[in-house]
């Protein structure tokens, strides 16, 4: 095989793990770097069939990429009740592989205060977090669960942003949360988290934190 058959060969790789992937976005990328290798490839062997097709994909994964990033999403945060809710059981159930791959740790426990708030974009509801006050200024996060076509950061960005400065109504507030799985604790430190202090708890999950502060509540308001 010589270089050019190689990084044809190459492009094809991409290609095709392109088509693996569940977030749109990065489908996106992937296929259209795959396509401009293709197209390269196509010129180099001197095809125009396969050099024009692959530059047509490549221009629209990126019109589309174009799109995507000059989209506004909406987001709404709704409550719904941990133990009560049908929706809630159903959507823990559906993940349950899931959320065990990424938060094994996380333990829905009934009479411990645990409230559910859902993330929707767009109106579709793509992520879910289960908190509960701990006191002191403390909030627990039992769960912190995106869907795998949404896994972009913007859900969780939203919540630790805005949605997270109205739990805080004007006081400071530290969020809380176990995380013993790799991935999980990467995500959690891009989100602004930072390790506490000591080793692993029985599950093998270290602790992390992020302090935010939230706006102050309107007048008359305690």
């Not at 009740?81 to 740790?105: C, G, M, N, T």
């Not at 996380?106 to 006050?133: C, H, M, N, Q």
């Amino acid at each position: 095989m010589n270089w050019v058959e190689a990084f044809g060969t190459a492009a094809s790789a991409v290609v095709a793990v392109s088509l693996t992937m569940r977030n749109i976005k990065r489908l996106r990328i992937l296929n259209a770097a795959g396509a401009v290798g293709f197209a390269v490839y196509g010129a180099l062997i001197g095809s125009a069939p396969v050099w024009i097709l692959n530059g047509f994909i490549a221009a629209i994964d990126v019109w589309y990429l174009i799109r995507m990033r000059a989209t506004r999403d909406r987001f709404d945060v709704i409550e719904a009740d941990a133990f009560s809710s049908p929706y809630v059981r159903v959507f823990l159930e559906f993940h349950k592989d899931d959320i065990a791959r990424y938060q094994p740790e996380f333990r829905l426990e009934p009479d411990r205060g645990w409230l559910t708030e859902f993330i929707l974009r767009d109106a579709t509801p793509v992520s879910v977090v289960v908190y509960r006050k701990a006191g002191d200024g403390i909030v627990d996060i039992g769960l912190d669960y995106a869907v795998p076509s949404y896994r972009d950061f913007r859900s969780a960005e939203f919540y630790f942003g805005k949605a997270a400065e109205r739990i805080a109504d004007g006081h400071e507030l530290t969020f809380r949360v176990r995380a013993s799985v790799e991935a999980h604790r990467r995500y959690l430190e891009r989100l602004g988290f930072e390790r506490a202090d000591g080793g692993p708890d029985a599950d093998g999950a270290y602790e992390y934190r992020m302090t935010v502060r939230g706006s102050a509540p309107p007048v008359g308001q305690a």
